[in-house]
């Protein structure tokens, strides 16, 4: 048995910061998963954000690039969204996704709102 859970959401004003945080825990090796952040907006089909791989490589859609950032922590079994200069459009809830061969597991999701 697998959880992520997240934490982290809330409402932001437009050019502010939120930091997401997902912890895993149960049957999982963390340190071998590839670990992503989805989001999905009312309305609209659930898409990446952002990645990092077993090795630490990071990669973003073009929608996060230079605002957000994507880190790990193995010891702890953490994954991290930074998201700084944020705008409404970002408004979604995002889900964090661990990912290794045909292994995939889910959180909950957590609710972010950009509003003024």
């Known amino acids: 048995q697998v959880q992520l859970v997240e934490s982290g959401g809330g409402l932001v004003q437009p050019g502010g910061s939120l930091r997401l945080s997902c912890a895993a825990s149960?049957?999982?090796?963390?340190?071998?998963?590839?670990m992503n952040w989805y989001r999905q907006a009312p309305g609209s089909q659930r898409e990446w954000v952002a990645g990092?791989?077993?090795?630490?490589?990071?990669s973003y859609a073009d929608s996060g690039k230079g605002r957000f950032t994507i880190s790990r922590d193995n010891a702890k079994n953490t994954v991290s969204l930074q998201m700084n200069t944020l705008k409404p459009e970002d408004t979604a809830v995002y889900y964090c996704?661990?990912?290794?061969?045909?292994?995939?597991?889910w959180g909950q999701g957590t609710q972010v709102t950009v509003s003024s």
């Open positions: 996704n661990a990912q290794w061969g045909v292994n995939r597991y």
């Open positions: 149960g049957s999982i090796t963390f340190s071998g998963y590839g």
């Open positions: 990092i791989t077993s090795a630490f490589a990071t």
